[in-house]
């Protein structure tokens, strides 16, 4: 969604500045299902999925601007009662999991590749 905003020259709305998420890509979370499901038991274990880094939207928003040549337009829009960001504490699941095997900003940069690039 990001990438494809900016390079339609779209302004990106973001709750706050910095908006901090903890993105974590589907390998990673294809290489942590079994040990995730392992840990699983009778009793519930509330488990953050998430990546190992905090990094906000607008980062992100700047790559795709850097990488395609552009402006990345951002416009903070803040509404009472909206969370910072959904940046998650990773703890846990690294106990059970170990670490994330992907660095994200690499993995953004291939998707945007991906995405740019004619079939």
Not at 100 to 116: A, G, H, I, M
Request: aromatic content about 6%.
């Amino acid at each position: 969604m990001v990438i494809r905003s900016v390079l339609a020259g779209e302004t990106l709305p973001a709750p706050h500045d910095p908006n901090p998420q903890s993105p974590i890509h589907i390998e990673d979370m294809k290489w942590q299902l079994e040990a995730l499901l392992g840990s699983a038991g009778k009793n519930a274990l509330i488990t953050n999925w998430c990546g190992d880094e905090t990094l906000p939207t607008q980062d992100w928003a700047r790559w795709t601007a850097e990488y395609a040549g552009t402006q990345a337009r951002l416009a903070v829009k803040t509404v009472p009662g909206v969370p910072l960001g959904s940046a998650a504490d990773p703890t846990r699941r690294q106990s059970i999991t170990g670490p994330c095997r992907t660095v994200f900003k690499d993995e953004f940069r291939k998707l945007y590749d991906e995405l740019t690039t004619p079939a």
